[in-house]
């Protein structure tokens, strides 16, 4: 597996090796060892989430207050555009982003530290995202960004008008986040 750093320190996108043939292919989604070699975290992976959606669906920008989630994200049918957007207040990138496609096809996954909000758009017909948490989800602690704030500024690769859930179109802009130290 290779790591490739992002401009927000923490965020790293992880390509794996990939044996294919005619047959189909094969490869290691996940090594505890690889991944704490190149990530240099130390984690425990507590939640496995699952979660499939139509073309245009937006889900984000989640975070959690308190039990701040760690989430290594990988698509297993169609593709995203994945977005973090750091929270961390005494991070030197707070409040910017970063976006990569994941997909079926290039299996690349990104680890998005806890302390950062997350979200994405489906760029295909459809997409099922999988994610590994550092900490269980907990309604009571969980906010939501704006996804359309401009002073994130996130380059979305809009076609359309996004499908949103009615908490996604609540999510409040940075300036009025709720973040903790």
């Given at each position: 597996m290779k790591a490739v750093e992002t401009k927000i320190p923490g965020v790293v996108i992880l390509e794996p090796r990939v044996f294919a043939d005619q047959r189909g292919f094969f490869y290691e989604s996940f090594n505890c060892r690889d991944f704490q070699c190149l990530t240099g975290a130390a984690v425990t992976f507590v939640q496995d989430n699952h979660s499939r959606s139509v073309s245009h669906v937006l889900r984000g920008l989640h975070y959690q207050v308190r039990q701040p989630q760690g989430k290594l994200v990988r698509v297993a049918v169609g593709?995203?555009?994945?977005?973090?957007?750091?929270?961390?207040?005494?991070?030197?990138?707070?409040?910017?982003?970063?976006?990569?496609?994941?997909?079926?096809?290039?299996?690349?996954?990104?680890?998005?530290?806890?302390?950062?909000?997350?979200?994405?758009?489906?760029?295909?017909?459809?997409?099922?995202?999988?994610?590994?948490?550092?900490?269980?989800?907990?309604?009571?602690?969980?906010?939501?960004?704006?996804?359309?704030?401009?002073?994130?500024?996130?380059?979305?690769?809009?076609?359309?008008?996004?499908?949103?859930?009615?908490?996604?179109?609540?999510?409040?802009?940075?300036?009025?986040?709720?973040?903790?130290?």
């Open positions: 593709s995203v555009f994945d977005v973090a957007v750091d929270l961390r207040l005494q991070s030197p990138t707070f409040g910017q982003w970063f976006g990569c496609t994941l997909s079926a096809d290039n299996k690349r996954q990104l680890w998005i530290p806890p302390g950062c909000a997350h979200g994405f758009l489906v760029t295909g017909d459809q997409a099922e995202v999988l994610y590994k948490t550092t900490d269980y989800y907990a309604p009571e602690y969980e906010r939501s960004l704006l996804w359309s704030d401009p002073a994130l500024g996130i380059d979305w690769p809009l076609t359309g008008e996004p499908i949103l859930s009615s908490r996604d179109q609540a999510g409040v802009p940075l300036a009025e986040a709720e973040v903790s130290s």
